[in-house]
Protein backbone atom coordinates (compact mmCIF):
# COMPACT_ATOMS: atom_id res chain seq x y z
CA UNK A 1 0.00 0.00 0.00
CA UNK A 2 1.14 3.41 -0.94
CA UNK A 3 2.18 5.92 1.73
CA UNK A 4 -0.59 8.89 1.51
CA UNK A 5 1.77 11.15 2.99
CA UNK A 6 4.13 11.37 0.48
CA UNK A 7 1.63 11.99 -1.92
CA UNK A 8 1.52 15.28 -3.17
CA UNK A 9 -1.44 17.56 -3.64
CA UNK A 10 -2.45 20.76 -6.39
CA UNK A 11 -4.97 22.34 -4.37
CA UNK A 12 -7.81 25.15 -5.76
CA UNK A 13 -10.13 27.25 -4.44
CA UNK A 14 -13.61 28.06 -6.68
CA UNK A 15 -16.49 30.81 -5.58
CA UNK A 16 -19.60 30.10 -7.70
CA UNK A 17 -23.05 30.96 -7.14
CA UNK A 18 -25.09 28.53 -5.28
CA UNK A 19 -27.59 27.25 -7.44
CA UNK A 20 -24.53 26.19 -9.60
CA UNK A 21 -22.57 24.69 -6.87
CA UNK A 22 -23.88 20.72 -7.86
CA UNK A 23 -23.35 20.95 -11.03
CA UNK A 24 -19.43 22.43 -10.81
CA UNK A 25 -18.61 19.80 -8.07
CA UNK A 26 -19.75 17.33 -10.45
CA UNK A 27 -17.79 18.96 -13.06
CA UNK A 28 -14.14 18.99 -11.04
CA UNK A 29 -14.50 15.12 -9.51
CA UNK A 30 -15.15 14.31 -13.59
CA UNK A 31 -11.82 16.27 -14.16
CA UNK A 32 -10.30 14.13 -11.07
CA UNK A 33 -10.35 16.59 -8.71
CA UNK A 34 -11.65 15.73 -4.57
CA UNK A 35 -13.53 18.15 -2.26
CA UNK A 36 -12.41 19.08 0.43
CA UNK A 37 -14.17 21.73 1.70
CA UNK A 38 -17.47 23.59 1.31
CA UNK A 39 -17.92 27.20 2.25
CA UNK A 40 -21.87 28.78 1.69
CA UNK A 41 -22.43 32.04 1.67
CA UNK A 42 -25.66 34.57 1.12
CA UNK A 43 -25.20 34.05 -3.11
CA UNK A 44 -22.22 32.39 -3.51
CA UNK A 45 -19.87 29.00 -2.37
CA UNK A 46 -16.34 28.83 -1.98
CA UNK A 47 -15.33 25.13 -2.68
CA UNK A 48 -12.38 23.98 -2.03
CA UNK A 49 -10.52 21.08 -4.17
CA UNK A 50 -7.25 19.11 -4.43
CA UNK A 51 -6.03 16.72 -6.85
CA UNK A 52 -2.81 14.50 -6.31
CA UNK A 53 0.06 14.86 -7.84
CA UNK A 54 1.35 12.14 -10.05
CA UNK A 55 5.26 11.76 -9.44
CA UNK A 56 7.75 11.02 -12.06
CA UNK A 57 8.61 7.29 -12.33
CA UNK A 58 12.60 7.66 -13.08
CA UNK A 59 12.44 3.45 -13.15
CA UNK A 60 10.41 4.16 -16.77
CA UNK A 61 11.47 7.49 -17.69
CA UNK A 62 15.38 6.71 -18.00
CA UNK A 63 15.21 3.93 -19.84
CA UNK A 64 12.55 5.72 -22.06
CA UNK A 65 14.95 8.48 -22.85
CA UNK A 66 17.85 5.79 -23.64
CA UNK A 67 15.86 4.03 -25.82
CA UNK A 68 14.62 6.78 -27.98
CA UNK A 69 18.25 8.46 -28.41
CA UNK A 70 19.28 4.86 -29.42
CA UNK A 71 16.69 4.98 -31.70
CA UNK A 72 17.24 8.03 -33.25
CA UNK A 73 21.02 6.96 -33.33
CA UNK A 74 20.20 4.20 -35.29
CA UNK A 75 17.83 6.19 -37.80
CA UNK A 76 20.50 8.17 -38.37
CA UNK A 77 23.09 5.90 -39.17
CA UNK A 78 20.47 3.78 -41.56
CA UNK A 79 19.93 6.98 -43.44
CA UNK A 80 23.52 7.67 -44.11
CA UNK A 81 23.53 3.87 -45.22
CA UNK A 82 21.00 4.26 -47.94
CA UNK A 83 22.37 7.59 -49.28
CA UNK A 84 26.09 6.45 -49.64
CA UNK A 85 24.85 3.89 -52.63
CA UNK A 86 23.67 6.75 -54.92
CA UNK A 87 27.39 9.05 -53.96
CA UNK A 88 29.29 5.89 -55.16
CA UNK A 89 27.45 5.37 -58.51
CA UNK A 90 27.68 9.19 -59.33
CA UNK A 91 31.49 9.06 -58.60
CA UNK A 92 31.89 5.76 -60.51
CA UNK A 93 29.84 6.52 -63.50
CA UNK A 94 32.07 6.86 -67.05
CA UNK A 95 32.75 10.32 -68.56
CA UNK A 96 31.12 10.32 -71.99
CA UNK A 97 31.94 12.61 -74.57
CA UNK A 98 31.10 16.84 -74.77
CA UNK A 99 27.81 15.86 -76.88
CA UNK A 100 26.33 13.33 -74.83
CA UNK A 101 24.29 14.26 -72.26
CA UNK A 102 25.27 13.83 -68.34
CA UNK A 103 23.19 11.05 -66.53
CA UNK A 104 21.89 13.83 -64.51
CA UNK A 105 21.29 16.51 -67.07
CA UNK A 106 18.93 13.30 -68.44
CA UNK A 107 17.28 12.82 -65.66
CA UNK A 108 16.40 16.23 -65.11
CA UNK A 109 14.65 16.27 -68.58
CA UNK A 110 12.63 12.89 -68.33
CA UNK A 111 9.45 12.22 -66.93
CA UNK A 112 8.65 8.76 -65.13
CA UNK A 113 5.80 7.09 -66.06
CA UNK A 114 3.80 7.67 -63.09
CA UNK A 115 3.93 11.54 -63.28
CA UNK A 116 0.76 12.94 -65.08
CA UNK A 117 1.11 14.39 -68.55
CA UNK A 118 2.04 18.51 -68.41
CA UNK A 119 -1.14 19.99 -69.84
CA UNK A 120 -2.92 18.05 -67.25
CA UNK A 121 -1.47 20.31 -64.57
CA UNK A 122 -2.22 24.01 -64.84
CA UNK A 123 -6.37 22.82 -64.99
CA UNK A 124 -5.75 20.88 -61.72
CA UNK A 125 -4.15 23.59 -60.17
CA UNK A 126 -7.09 25.89 -61.21
CA UNK A 127 -9.67 24.12 -59.77
CA UNK A 128 -7.92 23.66 -56.73
CA UNK A 129 -7.58 27.71 -56.53
CA UNK A 130 -11.38 28.05 -57.71
CA UNK A 131 -12.81 26.65 -53.93
CA UNK A 132 -10.43 27.84 -51.42
CA UNK A 133 -10.95 26.70 -47.66
CA UNK A 134 -12.02 29.97 -45.99
CA UNK A 135 -9.25 30.91 -42.68
CA UNK A 136 -11.10 31.81 -39.46
CA UNK A 137 -9.49 35.32 -40.01
CA UNK A 138 -11.16 35.70 -43.43
CA UNK A 139 -14.87 35.36 -41.34
CA UNK A 140 -14.15 38.11 -39.40
CA UNK A 141 -15.61 38.05 -36.28
CA UNK A 142 -17.87 35.79 -35.23
CA UNK A 143 -21.46 37.24 -33.32
CA UNK A 144 -25.10 35.87 -33.54
CA UNK A 145 -26.22 37.94 -35.80
CA UNK A 146 -23.85 36.97 -37.90
CA UNK A 147 -23.40 33.13 -37.77
CA UNK A 148 -26.74 31.17 -36.94
CA UNK A 149 -24.37 28.56 -35.63
CA UNK A 150 -22.90 30.57 -32.93
CA UNK A 151 -26.33 31.86 -32.29
CA UNK A 152 -27.78 28.09 -32.06
CA UNK A 153 -25.07 27.48 -29.58
CA UNK A 154 -25.68 30.28 -27.22
CA UNK A 155 -29.24 29.40 -26.75
CA UNK A 156 -28.30 25.54 -26.04
CA UNK A 157 -30.00 24.24 -22.67
CA UNK A 158 -27.03 21.75 -22.19
CA UNK A 159 -23.36 22.86 -21.53
CA UNK A 160 -22.10 19.32 -23.37
CA UNK A 161 -23.78 19.58 -26.77
CA UNK A 162 -22.47 18.18 -29.29
CA UNK A 163 -23.39 21.22 -31.43
CA UNK A 164 -21.30 23.03 -29.43
CA UNK A 165 -18.00 20.72 -30.18
CA UNK A 166 -19.18 20.88 -33.90
CA UNK A 167 -18.71 24.42 -33.56
CA UNK A 168 -15.18 24.69 -31.59
CA UNK A 169 -14.14 22.15 -34.27
CA UNK A 170 -15.24 23.97 -37.40
CA UNK A 171 -14.24 27.47 -35.97
CA UNK A 172 -10.95 26.45 -34.15
CA UNK A 173 -8.95 29.96 -34.12
CA UNK A 174 -11.90 31.91 -34.97
CA UNK A 175 -12.64 35.14 -32.95
CA UNK A 176 -15.94 35.43 -31.37
CA UNK A 177 -17.96 38.53 -29.47
CA UNK A 178 -20.73 37.97 -27.52
CA UNK A 179 -22.33 39.72 -24.16
CA UNK A 180 -22.08 37.56 -21.27
CA UNK A 181 -21.14 37.34 -17.10
CA UNK A 182 -19.06 35.88 -14.79
CA UNK A 183 -20.30 32.68 -13.27
CA UNK A 184 -17.31 32.13 -11.24
CA UNK A 185 -13.45 32.84 -10.34
CA UNK A 186 -11.19 29.90 -9.54
CA UNK A 187 -7.79 31.07 -7.94
CA UNK A 188 -4.73 28.85 -8.62
CA UNK A 189 -2.53 27.96 -5.29
CA UNK A 190 0.70 30.12 -5.31
CA UNK A 191 -0.87 32.86 -7.22
CA UNK A 192 -1.52 36.60 -6.14
CA UNK A 193 -3.71 37.87 -9.42
CA UNK A 194 -3.61 34.57 -11.98
CA UNK A 195 -7.20 33.10 -11.93
CA UNK A 196 -9.27 31.12 -14.22
CA UNK A 197 -12.59 32.62 -15.39
CA UNK A 198 -15.62 31.06 -15.70
CA UNK A 199 -18.24 32.88 -18.40
CA UNK A 200 -21.72 32.41 -19.59
CA UNK A 201 -23.66 33.82 -22.09
CA UNK A 202 -26.20 36.63 -21.98
CA UNK A 203 -27.23 38.75 -18.51
CA UNK A 204 -26.62 37.42 -14.69
CA UNK A 205 -29.41 35.48 -13.40
CA UNK A 206 -29.64 33.36 -10.36
CA UNK A 207 -31.98 30.99 -11.62
CA UNK A 208 -31.11 30.40 -15.15
CA UNK A 209 -28.20 29.56 -17.71
CA UNK A 210 -28.19 28.59 -21.18
CA UNK A 211 -25.25 28.28 -23.62
CA UNK A 212 -21.82 26.72 -22.94
CA UNK A 213 -19.65 27.50 -20.18
CA UNK A 214 -16.86 29.79 -21.51
CA UNK A 215 -13.29 29.71 -19.81
CA UNK A 216 -10.46 31.77 -19.54
CA UNK A 217 -7.35 29.91 -18.30
CA UNK A 218 -4.79 31.32 -16.09
CA UNK A 219 -5.61 34.79 -16.91
CA UNK A 220 -4.68 38.47 -14.72
CA UNK A 221 -7.58 39.96 -15.60
CA UNK A 222 -6.75 43.93 -14.85
CA UNK A 223 -3.79 42.80 -17.67
CA UNK A 224 -5.00 39.83 -19.75
CA UNK A 225 -8.20 40.09 -20.03
CA UNK A 226 -7.86 43.58 -22.16
CA UNK A 227 -9.95 45.99 -20.50
CA UNK A 228 -9.67 49.63 -22.81
CA UNK A 229 -7.51 52.46 -21.26
CA UNK A 230 -10.46 54.53 -20.69
CA UNK A 231 -12.64 51.79 -18.84
CA UNK A 232 -10.04 49.56 -16.85
CA UNK A 233 -10.64 46.98 -14.60
CA UNK A 234 -9.18 46.96 -11.39
CA UNK A 235 -11.27 43.75 -10.47
CA UNK A 236 -13.91 41.41 -11.70
CA UNK A 237 -16.52 39.49 -9.39
CA UNK A 238 -18.68 36.89 -9.78
CA UNK A 239 -22.41 37.96 -11.25
CA UNK A 240 -20.53 40.89 -13.47
CA UNK A 241 -21.73 41.40 -16.71
CA UNK A 242 -19.13 42.16 -19.39
CA UNK A 243 -19.17 42.35 -23.18
CA UNK A 244 -16.10 39.76 -24.52
CA UNK A 245 -14.55 39.45 -27.44
CA UNK A 246 -12.05 36.29 -27.52
CA UNK A 247 -9.97 33.66 -29.84
CA UNK A 248 -11.63 30.41 -29.72
CA UNK A 249 -8.99 27.29 -28.28
CA UNK A 250 -10.83 24.19 -27.67
CA UNK A 251 -13.81 22.13 -26.23
CA UNK A 252 -13.08 19.60 -24.04
CA UNK A 253 -15.96 17.54 -23.92
CA UNK A 254 -15.12 15.74 -20.59
CA UNK A 255 -15.57 19.00 -18.62
CA UNK A 256 -18.05 20.47 -21.09
CA UNK A 257 -15.79 23.40 -20.78
CA UNK A 258 -15.41 25.85 -23.77
CA UNK A 259 -11.94 27.32 -23.64
CA UNK A 260 -11.15 30.75 -25.12
CA UNK A 261 -8.05 33.38 -25.43
CA UNK A 262 -9.23 36.45 -24.36
CA UNK A 263 -8.95 39.43 -27.16
CA UNK A 264 -10.80 42.69 -25.73
CA UNK A 265 -13.27 42.45 -22.84
CA UNK A 266 -15.53 45.89 -21.84
CA UNK A 267 -17.99 46.94 -19.15
CA UNK A 268 -21.78 47.03 -20.02
Avoid at 205 to 214: A, C, D, I, R
Wanted: glycine share 4%.
Amino acid sequence: MKNNATTKYRSQKLTTLKLKKESTIRKMEADGWELTEVVDGKLQTTLHFRKPVKPINMKIAIPAAIATVALLATAGIQSVLEERPDEEESVAAPHSQSSTPSPSNTRAFTAPDSMAPASTIPSERSEASAFPTPSPSSLGIITAENNPEFAEILNEKSECSPLIKDFASTYDGGTVSFDGFIVNILKLEGYRTVVDVLISPGNFSETSQKGPYFKFEEVQPAVSMHFPADDPAESIYVGQNLHFEAEIESFDQNSCLFYLDPIKTTSR
